[in-house]
């Protein structure tokens, strides 16, 4: 058990960086996240004694499959109308559309233009994130990171607004 220990205290700063390399939007709680995860899965094997033959190896493979399965999970698509209702239906209710899509349109104006470009061809323009992952030459998981990310920052925004 000791060697495991040496080693995640020894590698863990070259163990984040890798798995960083392989999430582009990753920031440091989601690597730390699956490093951890990584760490603790290795520790409650059933026999941790059994000899690994190439112990680095079998650890960057084990963080390269759990990155892999975070992709591979399914993750909630949220549109812009859910968006909008969430931030206070009779408040929403109330204001005029117009002043409405304004402060939509404000909103969307502050963000950064990854997040914004995103937004506007998924939510306005119907395109896929398949299409823009190929058009683009970025993951899908980042653009539906950035999508997340700007819908976030909308909701507050209108929130703090109504």
């Excluded at 030459?137 to 999508?147: Q, S, W, Y």
């Amino acid at each position: 058990m000791s060697k495991w220990t040496d080693f995640f205290r020894r590698e863990r700063m070259k163990l984040l960086r890798y798995v960083r390399s392989l999430i582009e939007d990753a920031g440091d709680r989601d690597a730390e996240d699956i490093v951890q995860d990584v760490m603790l899965s290795i520790f409650d094997r059933a026999d941790v004694s059994l000899p690994i033959e190439n112990l680095t190896a079998y650890v960057y493979q084990s963080l390269r499959n759990k990155v892999i399965d975070i992709f591979r999970k399914k993750r909630d698509v949220v549109s812009l109308d859910e968006v909008i209702s969430e931030a206070g239906c009779d408040a929403v209710r109330d204001l005029e559309k117009k002043e409405l899509i304004e402060q939509i349109f404000d909103a969307m104006d502050s963000l950064p233009p990854e997040q914004r470009a995103v937004l506007i061809a998924t939510e306005f323009e119907d395109r896929s994130y398949r299409e823009l992952s190929e058009e683009w030459t970025v993951p899908i998981g980042t653009l539906l990171a950035r999508k997340s990310r700007a819908l976030n920052k909308i909701k507050k925004e209108l929130t703090g607004l109504v």
